[in-house]
């Protein structure tokens, strides 16, 4: 049996954590001395029976109020500082990430890279690459939580959330569900596999299945979105191409960004946001499509984000 | 008993019970509800602890123990600690310390503790047909949705018992405003009736939010209206922000009178005059007002966004700095005391310790970047119990001490009392310690097994938990013991300044022969005078 007493340390993100908690620790402890010490001093010192001066001076107490109010206050705004700051560089991953999508389910996690592999409870990565997961759930709340990565995200239905890591240190580390999620929440749990880049091509080659938008390409003919969406539907419907990550104005003189969000709605709930120009024609998809198909159909849909609509251009 | 004069005690009947409007008897009816549901919930939690020995969890199905936490959660939270020192302790002795006669609404007192027990039998009722899985929190859309089991009947319990909560808050609102003695100005009051005025203010505020919220649920559950869940065009994120609005302000129902009982304990067994009394008091207030507005750190990691996170964790910190002037404030009424140590105080030492460290374990959840890692582990369990267990439960019992003499008109015996005291303490300790490093490592919260390296804390922790249960047996059965063959107590027998020591114990039934006139500041004890006071007469 293994045994730590503090966790493993395997992305950028845990050596800040791990700092912060430490000074976090020490300042407890700090805290504890100056409650402490002189509770114990009291207690022993002015305990009943004993002789001793016990003469009160007369000092401003008001004095005494404000410095142990004011000095609480400045250290506990100095630590929110410090962590609100480290949080914001947490939440916002880094550019050229390699992208896995993952959705969970009582009691499995369902993961799909980009490049195309799809693994179920397992994680293989490469060492020293940010990876940036793209989650959902398709029934109730789970949690992505990584340990050794000081990381942790819910995974909502209806939403997608992110979570994002560095990894550090070649090896396998615990993924667990965090987030109560029904009778056997507790085995819902997985490894990821930090590799060498070397080994992780290796692994990558080994299925050689297609990358995710080739596989969201196929599902947009087989399911029939380029009837209306492809370049020679007689349909009046908006082209994909050069939609991803743009303003669409709406029906309602709304704007709103064309993101993965706005994408699985208008799959699911196509009447919900009717771009301006277009009529309300889409059925909905809803009970016919699963996540995982979703999330490839949006990495088709963002694969075609630089190419103009065609017929538009001259 | 026929040698005693005539008291709150002397009719004997079932009915003068059941229908009893006297504040001291209804106090009396909830501890002995209370204690009910905690040995349920405490039997709940020897059974998860039990299961926990082995990383497997091979004791009880991963149903039973979901149902288990979900059972502990509910009975511990609605059913022992909201109820525990306001229902019993505030409602026996509020209204003797303003030198009143009975609470405001009596009636609607004794209709509270009904109110109280439908809810607690609902509960009962939904576990004994076959449980509830979904966790004290009922998180959405697995409540609504996905969760087999009683979900509406359990619902119904606490929202029944809501009502009582609210009730009981209202009745001590106007009590402490209109009935109080003549000359009882507000800063005249003991800082009990302060903490207790802040909880009566929560309890008003939020539990009608919790009904809402817990109804909304039921309703989505019964009739699919989608108000959670996203397949029906809800939002589960909502339900957390509603869920919490109501949920961290109940922590502060539950700590709040904790520290009610801090205050008047310390300055009675170091026969001081409490350090600070405007700080004390006002700091209860603020944390009673504060509070309302941190409910979002708990949803660190649920999608809210990142400035709404930011907000959050500010408020919370802030919400720091009142816990912490009131510990130094009590520190302080130490110095040049005169100090003994009694059953009371060595909880209130003990609450002091706990509470601290559960304070201070609730910066490093109030860290977003800390909290992103330890949220939903066991660093949260056992930052609560600290708090929970350490704080609200250990100056229960140290109050429960202090006023048992009042209650019951006998004295326990003072050796066994320490001797539970230290007991406690150390089986705490051991218990939730370890739960510290668990969470750091990594262990989530409600798992029915576990990879095999966490073990060792785990084992600490149900060694801890069985010391821990010998520490809450021995007040039973020596309160027990003393009802019967307890030296009797006198009037004043901690010698304390409140006005619920000049009446005899146990109390008359209408609390005060005469209305007492209040022409001091409370607190009013002299080390230099008690100093070589003959042996304490319970001794």
Redesign the interface.
């Known amino acids: 049996m293994n045994f730590h007493l503090f966790p493993e340390q395997a992305s950028t993100v845990a050596r800040e954590s791990d700092w912060m908690f430490w000074a976090l620790t020490a300042a407890s402890l700090f805290i504890c001395l100056l409650v402490f010490l002189p509770l114990a001093w009291f207690a022993i010192k002015y305990r009943r029976g004993r002789k001793v001066n016990r003469q009160l001076a007369d000092v401003a107490t008001w004095k005494i109020e404000v410095t142990w109010t004011l000095i609480p206050l400045v250290l506990v705004m100095a630590l929110f500082a410090w962590s609100a700051d480290a949080f914001f560089r947490m939440e916002s991953a880094p550019v050229g990430a390699l992208e896995v999508n993952v959705v969970g389910k009582q009691w499995m996690w369902k993961l799909q890279h980009a490049e195309g592999p799809r693994e179920i409870n397992e994680l293989h990565i490469p060492l020293g690459r940010p990876v940036k997961l793209t989650m959902t759930s398709q029934d109730v709340i789970h949690d992505f939580f990584v340990p050794a990565f000081r990381m942790k995200q819910d995974v909502v239905p209806g939403r997608y959330t992110t979570e994002w890591f560095t990894p550090t240190r070649v090896g396998r580390y615990h993924i667990f569900c965090a987030q109560y999620c029904g009778t056997t929440h507790s085995a819902m749990v997985g490894w990821v596999h930090v590799m060498e880049p070397q080994d992780y091509t290796r692994w990558l080659a080994q299925g050689s299945p297609e990358p995710m938008a080739a596989q969201g390409q196929a599902l947009f003919h087989s399911l029939g979105c380029s009837g209306c969406h492809g370049v020679s539907s007689k349909i009046h419907a908006p082209p994909l191409e050069g939609l991803y990550g743009h303003l669409i104005p709406l029906e309602t003189k709304e704007f709103v960004m064309a993101d993965d969000k706005y994408i699985r709605d208008s799959i699911l709930l196509p009447a919900s946001q009717i771009a301006a120009g277009y009529q309300n024609l889409m059925p909905s998809f809803k009970g016919h499509i699963s996540e995982e198909e979703i999330m490839e159909l949006i990495a088709y849909i963002k694969s075609i984000a630089n190419q103009a609509p065609e017929g538009s251009a001259p | 008993m026929n040698n005693e004069p005539e008291n709150y005690l002397s009719e004997h009947s079932v009915r003068s019970w059941l229908l009893t409007t006297d504040h001291k008897r209804i106090g009396i009816l909830y501890l002995l509800s209370i204690l009910v549901y905690f040995a349920v919930a405490a039997v709940a939690a020897a059974l998860m602890r039990l299961t926990l020995l082995n990383p497997t969890?091979d004791l009880v199905l991963?149903?039973t123990y979901?149902k288990l936490f979900t059972l502990h959660g509910v009975l511990m939270v609605w059913f022992f600690l909201i109820p525990s020192i306001p229902a019993v302790l505030g409602n026996f002795v509020i209204p003797m310390m303003i030198g009143a006669r009975d609470v405001a609404f009596p009636k609607l007192n004794l209709l509270s503790w009904y109110l109280f027990n439908i809810g607690g039998l609902c509960v009962l009722y939904a576990v004994v047909v076959g449980g509830v899985?979904t966790?004290w929190?009922f998180?959405t859309?697995?409540s609504t949705?996905?969760?087999n089991g009683h979900v509406v009947t359990m619902i119904m319990g606490v929202f029944i018992a809501g009502f009582g909560s609210i009730l009981t808050g209202l009745n001590f609102i106007v009590t402490i405003h209109k009935m109080r003695a003549p000359g009882l100005t507000w800063f005249r009051l003991p800082l009990f009736i302060w903490s207790l005025y802040s909880t009566s203010l929560i309890l008003v505020l939020a539990t009608p939010v919790l009904a809402i919220t817990l109804l909304a649920i039921a309703v989505e559950r019964l009739w699919g209206v989608g108000i959670f869940d996203?397949?029906l065009g809800g939002?589960?994120?909502l339900f957390q922000h509603m869920f919490w609005f109501y949920s961290h302000p109940a922590v502060y129902i539950m700590i709040l009178p904790g520290m009610g009982v801090i205050s008047e304990v310390i300055p009675c067994f170091?026969?001081k005059r409490i350090?600070?009394y405007h700080?004390v008091a006002f700091s209860s207030i603020a944390i009673a007002v504060v509070g309302f507005s941190v409910w979002g750190h708990h949803m660190f990691?649920?999608?809210q966004s990142?400035y709404a996170?930011?907000v959050f964790?500010?408020l919370s910190?802030?919400v720091?700095?009142p816990s912490?002037?009131k510990?130094?404030?009590w520190?302080?009424t130490?110095?040049?005391?005169?100090?003994?140590?009694d059953t009371p105080m060595l909880y209130a030492?003990g609450f002091?310790?706990l509470f601290?460290?559960g304070g201070?374990?609730g910066?490093?959840l109030?860290?977003?970047?800390?909290d992103?890692?330890l949220?939903?582990?066991y660093f949260v369990v056992a930052h609560f119990h600290y708090i929970m267990v350490g704080g609200m439960v250990l100056s229960f019992m140290g109050g429960l001490h202090y006023w048992w003499p009042k209650i019951t008109g006998r004295m326990y015996p003072e050796i066994m009392g320490r001797i539970a005291a230290l007991v406690t303490f150390i089986g705490f300790n051991l218990t939730f310690f370890p739960q510290f490093?668990l969470g750091?490592?990594?262990q989530?919260?409600?798992?029915?097994?576990?990879?095999?390296?966490f073990?060792?804390f785990h084992v600490l922790s149900t060694a801890g938990a069985s010391i821990l249960g010998i520490g809450y047996l021995m007040p039973l059965l020596y309160f027990v013991w003393s009802l019967k063959y307890g030296q009797r107590a006198p009037a004043n027998p901690w010698k304390a300044t409140g006005l619920e020591w000049q009446t005899p114990s146990p109390p008359p039934s209408e609390n005060f022969h005469e209305t007492p006139i209040v022409t001091e500041e409370p607190y009013d004890y002299h080390?230099?005078a008690?100093?070589?006071?003959p042996e304490p007469q319970h001794a």
């Open positions: 969890g991963p149903e979901n899985d966790g929190t998180y859309p697995y949705t996905y969760a996203p397949n939002d589960p994120v170091s026969r350090f600070g700080f990691v649920s999608s990142v996170a930011m964790s500010v910190f802030i720091a700095v912490a002037i510990v130094f404030n520190t302080a130490l110095y040049k005391g005169s100090i003994s140590y030492f002091i310790g601290t460290i201070l374990t910066l490093f109030a860290s977003i970047a800390v992103v890692h949220h939903d582990t490093l750091y490592l990594g989530p919260r409600r798992y029915h097994a576990y990879p095999p390296e073990q060792v080390p230099e008690d100093e070589l006071p």
